[in-house]
């Protein structure tokens, strides 16, 4: 039984958008000065149009609520399916208490400043956030989009025009404006070796565009909406991350710039000028709810993936199950207790900071096995299937699907590989042992993914084909 399609064009555009642009990401940014509008443009060009081209020409041929998992598997086969999907649940868990940790830092500065550097207090909003979000996720894919495009909308659209507006009427005021003149030199960047960890870390900042086919059976007409949703998110990241980021750079030098709280830091300065700090304390408020939204966007999606694998026979029973509401409510409720555990460890207990940090790096690499099939299977499957019924075709033909997904998937082995080069506050081995090891760590998250293929049983295909859903 399908969910009930509720969802049009605007909807699957803020949850596209949701899973990849926030707020809390544009002041490391914006200390670049004038060439982040190179840079931003750059991302674009090299990942997130050919992400959008790639995301609507899948999602539009087969619209399936296995996302991913299913235009992977029609390229290249369920375990390759199957690889994918495990890669980014994997992915996302050390990745949550990233997010939630943000979203108490700002509801502490937007309730008592002085409740930033209270462990217990950011603890326990974190588990609280994310539970929260769970129980909206059980509700089915249908609530947990549209619960994503009201935080986005109110979350990340409006503090970025907030961001916009602000920065206008900062210049029109006649206040200090941090940046000089732009010149063609300033708005072209500095290219050094330094600067290709920066690249990297621009290209991985515009994942996730793809996220909203995980709730392709939730969609009116995906054939129709999916292309128009997402040229519609690709234009407002793009627009949004330059011009707001441009605000902050305008207001703040960038050598006072805070990288983790540069957006509130920006409210408060210019609504302080004004004689309206208080603004700044709803904004830090609507802050965190963006990336409330941001973590909604991805808590469902990825599952539904892994319970549409289960129903092709590749995991146990528990995992194909779906709730009345269309969601793996199992599954959900066994991730928000590992994510509770690692919250608690990564908010209470300082000396595991250091090693989460290196656990967050390690799983970088997961991302590889997540985006190259996809950008693989486009070009594959204009050969494999080439009557396939196409609403939306990547334009150029097969020279074009050769372009952008060569596009991407170059920029996305460029990316990860990079991420994984040593650091300089790590002197104690060699570059070559560094990536070695970074590389092995992030292979244990792939074990359970091939225990579950080397042990699969017939019997999980049989009780799939035999089940009735919803149960």
């Known amino acids: 039984m399908r969910p009930k399609a509720e ?63 299913d235009w992977v598997t029609e390229a290249f086969g369920k375990r390759t399916g199957f690889m994918s999907v495990w890669s980014i649940v994997a992915q996302n868990v050390p990745w949550y208490p990233t997010v939630l940790a943000f979203v108490a830092v700002s509801l502490a500065y937007g309730f008592d400043p002085a409740l930033q550097d209270n462990r217990f207090f950011v603890a326990v909003v974190m588990i609280a956030i994310f539970w929260a979000l769970t129980l909206v996720s059980l509700r089915g894919p249908v609530a947990a989009a549209r619960f994503t495009a009201f935080g986005t909308l109110f979350g990340s659209l409006v503090p970025a025009a907030v961001l916009i507006l602000a920065g206008v009427v900062w210049i029109a005021a006649g206040k200090h404006v941090a940046l000089p003149p732009p010149t063609f030199a300033r708005l072209m960047p500095v290219w050094d070796a330094a600067r290709i960890p920066f690249v990297s870390s621009l290209l991985l900042a515009f994942t996730g565009l793809e996220v909203s086919g995980y709730y392709a059976l939730a ?39 805070s990288l ?38 991805w808590l469902v999606g990825p599952l539904l993936s892994l319970s549409a694998a ?68 486009v070009i594959r499957l204009r050969y494999t299937q080439p009557g396939a019924a196409r609403p939306f075709r990547i334009p150029g033909g097969k020279a ?64 799939a084909r035999e089940s009735v859903e919803p149960r």
Do not use: H
Not at 219 to 233: E, H, I, S, T, W
Not at 247 to 255: G, R
Not at 276 to 290: C, D, F, M, Q
């Open 260 to 297: 983790s709280g540069g957006v509130v830091q920006t409210f408060t300065v210019i609504f302080g000028a004004f004689g309206i700090g208080w603004a700044a304390s709803v904004l830090a408020l609507l802050t965190a709810l963006g990336a409330v939204a941001l973590m909604c966007a």
């Open 400 to 463: 074009g699907v050769w372009i952008v997904g060569g596009i991407g998937f170059a920029a996305t082995t460029f990316a990860v590989l990079v991420a994984l080069q040593r650091p300089g506050t790590v002197t104690a081995v060699s570059d070559g042992v560094y990536v070695a090891g970074m590389i092995a760590l992030a292979l244990v998250w792939m074990v359970p993914w091939l225990v579950f293929v080397v042990v699969r049983r017939a019997a999980w295909l049989t009780a």
């Open 310 to 377: 289960a129903r092709a026979g590749m995991l146990p029973p528990i995992f194909r199950r779906l709730s009345a509401r269309q969601v793996p409510a199992a599954i959900i409720l066994w991730q928000g207790v590992v994510v509770t555990i690692v919250a608690a460890a990564f908010a209470l207990v300082p000396s595991v900071n250091q090693a989460y940090w290196i656990l967050s790096a390690t799983v970088t690499a997961l991302l590889a096995f997540y985006y190259l099939p996809i950008f693989a299977a």
């Open 219 to 257: 969609v009116r007409n995906p054939q129709r909406d999916y292309p128009k949703a997402m040229l519609l998110a690709l234009l407002a990241i793009a627009r949004l991350s330059i011009f707001a980021t441009l605000a902050i750079a305008l207001a703040i030098p960038a050598d006072r710039i």
């Open 7 to 69: 969802l049009g064009i605007f909807s699957v555009a803020m949850v596209s958008t949701a899973a990849v642009f926030s707020v809390r990401n544009l002041p490391s940014m914006a200390i670049e000065g004038w060439s982040l509008i190179f840079w931003y443009l750059l991302g674009t060009v090299l990942f997130l149009a050919p992400l959008a081209l790639t995301a609507a020409e899948l999602a539009s041929t087969w619209p399936r609520d296995g996302g991913v998992y």
